[in-house]
């Protein structure tokens, strides 16, 4: 179960920095309050976590593959994704992380409230909406689902929200002075190393 737990803590808190949610976290908390953003992003993000472990168990039991073949699969994807985010982060160009953030803008924007709008359950809601439609289908959804399958799904699901938790309270307290500095493509290279990691000890494990 620790193991479960500190795989689901880093590659969460590592893949989700400075990612296209971390910064409407941080766009969201620099119009609305902050401590009502942390909860809105933080309870949509666990509600994917679930529903992800969920979807990951019952993927493992419903096609009834033997484990062997779910740990390979397992080994497969962890290293197929490291090495697209490395790829992908050899493309970056530093206007890339300009293009994020506004990207999060655009999405935040569209949904603007109105001044009659603005009451906590209505700012809460869209926080909520806009971080569960921006992370569905995610990169860290799939991982999530892939590590479910094969790990400890409590220790996956605990250690999945508190990564998420902790990116989620980094954006909204220190977001708008660390959103210039954090570099996407920095980040996607580590968590393309991240996930190759992950596969190399999957295959170390089942060996």
Known sequence: MLTAFTA????ITISELGDKTFFLTVVLSMQHPRRVVFAGVT?????????????????SAVTKVPKIYIH????VLFIAFGLKLLYDASKMSVASDTEVIEEAKEAVEKVQLDSQQKSLWSILLKS???TLIAEWGD?????????????NPIGITVG???GHAICAAIAVIGGRLIAG??????????GGLLFIIFGIVATIEGS
Do not use: D, H, N, P
């Open 8 to 11: 689901g803590l880093v590659l």
């Open 128 to 130: 909520f909406v806009l």
């Open 181 to 190: 500095k954090i570099s996407e493509r920095q980040i996607t290279f580590i």
């Open 139 to 151: 990169r860290t959804q799939i991982a999530t689902i892939a590590l479910a399958a094969s790990y």
């Open 72 to 75: 390979y699969t397992e080994i």
């Open 160 to 162: 999945a929200i508190l």
């Open 43 to 59: 309870a949509a993000l666990g509600l994917m976590t679930i529903l992800s472990v969920i979807f990951g168990q019952l993927l």
